[in-house]
Structure formats: structure tokens, C-alpha cells
């Protein structure tokens, strides 16, 4: 796993996760993302966003009140 | 992997609580609230700080308990499906001026983004220039998020400082249950009344706390926001929130028709004034503050239910902005704006843009 490739996004409130989440999908194109967020909303909208960008949910770990997801596109 | 999916954050499922909160709002109305304010988290906060004693506009003072049932709704749901966060400390300061400033622009419009919508679905056609205010403020807030405006991260606290603030809820309810209105008299113990004027319309109280609770609860599982709705068509062109709050607008238009409850027109309008500048400005104000701290006037009650200790000094702010905005004689009323209603905006715009322009920050990433 490269650290340039996850996003801590634990403590902000949308849309601060959001708004990064989306920054490095342009700026990646495609491959593999992770983000670490703490709310459920924020797990959701971070979700949805990718998703509207063509990219895929492909893990999504929750661990106490943190979650971390890991979006893909080919 | 997602176990268990949230139905209520599914496209149904935002525009199905968008349509309940449409037909329940108008129906509060026709059970007792006062005109296109079937339910005004910033009016509503302002009856409450009238009840209080924070200011004596004397028509206007209330403990409403649609606010109380938003909170405590927002806790259980939070609850039920372990989403209760209790969490602080991001820019409480900040949080607080801003709730200020969102409200002394939302009684110079006279209502909160609920309210403006409820207005135009009551036929009030001033309401147009308000929301097209909440969204020009709403698009300066984007612009600044866009530029790297943000509060700074929460942190972790303690369960019962998470439910501060519904205790605080709690408590009021208890003021309300103690000392009941009494038809005619202005005070009973600590609370003061409204013996006429809008403070003075309401529908019984388990009726307005249980709507209260029950829509507390399907907004904190559909994270349904006014200002979150424009700012995600601006920033992100997605149209989630957005039609939650279409199908609120909708619905409550067919409610009023139902209700003979929609009466088209500028002037006469229930608590309304026909002056557009200030009904723009006043929002767009409210608006960039609302963006600026993260949620509309009813998602930050919502967040304090789920333990969010910043979004609860938001609501503090907004009560204590509600004082200034009645004492000062900043908010305005059917005759017009109040006599120091311009100045207040234009000094609240100030302050918004000062903490904007002040306040960014680039995150690195990893961890």
C-alpha cells in the first residue's frame, strides 16, 4: 500500500471528506484509494461520490466508529 | 463489507422524508401553528428564546416543542442504529458566531431554508427572493470550500458531553410541563407566553413532540439538509439532498391545497414582509452561514441529537442570536425590516467573510 494513496479524513464533517475523496480521484485517474473516515454520513456521501465518478466500493471495514474504504477503478 | 444498508439514505428514501416532513409541517399548521410556519427551526428557537426571557418581543414566546422532539428523535435514531458520535471541538467559537449570524439574517427574512420553502408551497411569493438568497449564500460558502475553508477536525469526548445538549431539551420540556400556558396570562413561573401574535399558536404539545420526534428520527437516518442540498448540486452536481427538499415543497403544496391552506399573492402573506432586497440578503446571509458551519438550522439540531457538541453551540448561538435579534430590534416583522436590520446584515456578512477567508487549510494525506 502506497501512503500517498489514503485519505484520513476521521474528524472532518462533510463535505471536507468528500471534497478530498473527489481532488484525488482527478488527480488519479484510476487504480485503488482508501479513505478513513469516523461517521456514518460521512462513509455514505464518501461512497456515493465515488461511485458517481465511476469508481467502485471494494472494502469497506468498520472498526469501532471508524471506516475505512477502499474504492477501485480500472 | 456494508452489512446493513441505511434505506433511509437511498434516493427513496430522501424523497420519501422530504414528503412526510411536506404533508406534517402544513398539518401542524392546520392543527394550530401559526401561518407557513408549520414548523421554523429559526422561529422556533426564537419563541424559545422569547419563553426564556432572552428578549421580550412579547408575540413571540413559546417553548415549541417540534424543536425539543427534533433533538430527542435524532438521539434515538442515533442510538438504534449506533451512529450516536459524541464528538467536539471543532472551532466552537467560530460555530457559535456563525448560528449568531444565521439567525439575525433568517428573522431579517423571517424564517429558516424550512420556512421559506413552506412559504412559497403556502403561496407566498417573497419566499422566492429568500431562497434565491439561501442559495446565492450558499454558492459564496461553496466558493470557499472550494479555496480550502474548513473548521478543523473534531475530537473524541466523553458519551455524556454528547448528550448535553439533549438534556438541555429535556429540561425545557420539563420548564414546559411545570409551567404550562394559561389561557390569557402573559407568565407562569419562570416562562413567559404570548397571549397573542404568533407566539400564541401552537397545536397541543404531545402533538408537536411527537411530530417533532418522529421527524428528529427519519431526518437523522436520511441526513436530510437544506444547505446541504444546494451545496451539493453547486460543488458536486448531485442531486441527493436536493430531492429531499423538492419532494418537501411539493408535498406541502398539495397539503395546503387539501388544507385550503394556499393562498398566492406578495402582500398579506402570514409573517412575511414584501421588501425583496432584505428577504434576499437576509437569507443569503443566513445561507453562507449555514454552509460555512456545515448544515441548515434543523440538520444541526439533528447532529446535537447524534452527540455533536459543535453543532449544538450552532443552535446556542442561533437562541443567543435570536436575543440580539429582537432586542436590538434587527429582526423585522409584516410592517418591514427593524430599524437596525440592515446594518446587522451587512456587519454579519463582515464577520462570514472575515471567518472565510481566514480559515483554510489543505490536509495532507496518509495517516
Redesign the interface.
Known amino acids: 500500500m502506497i501512503?500517498?494513496?489514503?485519505?484520513?479524513?476521521?474528524?472532518?464533517?462533510?463535505?471536507?471528506p468528500?471534497?478530498?475523496t473527489?481532488n484525488?480521484i482527478k488527480s488519479l485517474k484510476k487504480g485503488e484509494l482508501i479513505i478513513?473516515v469516523?461517521?456514518?454520513?460521512s462513509k455514505?456521501n464518501v461512497s456515493?461520490?465515488a461511485e458517481?465518478q465511476g469508481w467502485k466500493?471494494a472494502?469497506?471495514i468498520s472498526e469501532g466508529?471508524e471506516y475505512t474504504i477502499t474504492i477501485k477503478k480500472d | 463489507?456494508?452489512s446493513m444498508k441505511?434505506v433511509f439514505?437511498s434516493r427513496w428514501g430522501i424523497i420519501s422524508v422530504g414528503a412526510i416532513i411536506g404533508i406534517l409541517a402544513p398539518l401542524l399548521q392546520k392543527l394550530g401553528n401559526p401561518g407557513n410556519m408549520g414548523i421554523c427551526v429559526a422561529c422556533f428557537e426564537r419563541d424559545i428564546a422569547g419563553a426564556l426571557g432572552f428578549h421580550r418581543a412579547e408575540v413571540v414566546q413559546y417553548i415549541r416543542p417540534e424543536i425539543i422532539g427534533f433533538v430527542i428523535g435524532s438521539l434515538i435514531a442515533a442510538y438504534s442504529?449506533k451512529?450516536f458520535?459524541p464528538?467536539l471541538g471543532?472551532a466552537p467559537i467560530v460555530r457559535f458566531v456563525l448560528g449568531v449570524f444565521a439567525m439575525i439574517g433568517a428573522l431579517v427574512f423571517l424564517g429558516c431554508p424550512w420556512r421559506a420553502m413552506l412559504r412559497l408551497a403556502g403561496g407566498d411569493g417573497n419566499a422566492i427572493f429568500g431562497l434565491l438568497g439561501l442559495i446565492g449564500g450558499i454558492w459564496i460558502g461553496t466558493l470557499f470550500?472550494?479555496g480550502g475553508y474548513?473548521l478543523?477536525?473534531?475530537?473524541w469526548t466523553y458519551a455524556s458531553a454528547g448528550w448535553l445538549f439533549s438534556l438541555f431539551m429535556v429540561g425545557l420540556l420539563a420548564l414546559l410541563v411545570m409551567f404550562p400556558p394559561i389561557k390569557g396570562e402573559a407568565r407562569n413561573g419562570v416562562l413567559f407566553y404570548s397571549t397573542k401574535g404568533p407566539g400564541s399558536m401552537y397545536p397541543p404539545l404531545w402533538i408537536s413532540l411527537g411530530v417533532g420526534t418522529l421527524l428528529g428520527f427519519l431526518a437523522q437516518r436520511s441526513?436530510f439538509c437544506t444547505m446541504?442540498a444546494f451545496?451539493?448540486l453547486i460543488?458536486?452536481r448531485?442531486i441527493?439532498l436536493l430531492s429531499g427538499v423538492v419532494a418537501l415543497i411539493v408535498f406541502a403544496f398539495l397539503t395546503n391545497l387539501i388544507f385550503k391552506q394556499f393562498h398566492p399573492g406578495f402582500s398579506g402573506q402570514p409573517v412575511a414582509h414584501t421588501i425583496h432586497i432584505w428577504n434576499f440578503l437576509g437569507m443569503a446571509l443566513a445561507g453562507l452561514a449555514f454552509a460555512l458551519a456545515?448544515g441548515c438550522p434543523g440538520r444541526q439540531l439533528f447532529m446535537a441529537g447524534e452527540g455533536d457538541g459543535d453543532a449544538a453551540l450552532f443552535v446556542m448561538g442561533m437562541i443567543v442570536g435570536a436575543g440580539f435579534a429582537h432586542n436590538f430590534g434587527l429582526a423585522s416583522s409584516p410592517k418591514g425590516v427593524g430599524p437596525y436590520g440592515i446594518p446587522a446584515v451587512i456587519i454579519g456578512f463582515i464577520v462570514c467573510l472575515f471567518i472565510g477567508f481566514t480559515m483554510r487549510r489543505t490536509?495532507g494525506?496518509?495517516?
Request: proline share 2%; glycine share 8%; net charge positive.
Open positions: 501512503m500517498e494513496k489514503v485519505i484520513d479524513a476521521r474528524g472532518l464533517s462533510c463535505p471536507q468528500v471534497l478530498m473527489l484525488k478513513k469516523d461517521t456514518e454520513t455514505e456515493r461520490a458517481s466500493v472494502d469497506l466508529s | 463489507m456494508n441505511n439514505a442504529f451512529e458520535r464528538r471543532s470550500l472550494k474548513n478543523g477536525r473534531t475530537q441526513r446541504g451545496r451539493d460543488l458536486f448531485q441527493h456545515g490536509y494525506e496518509g495517516v
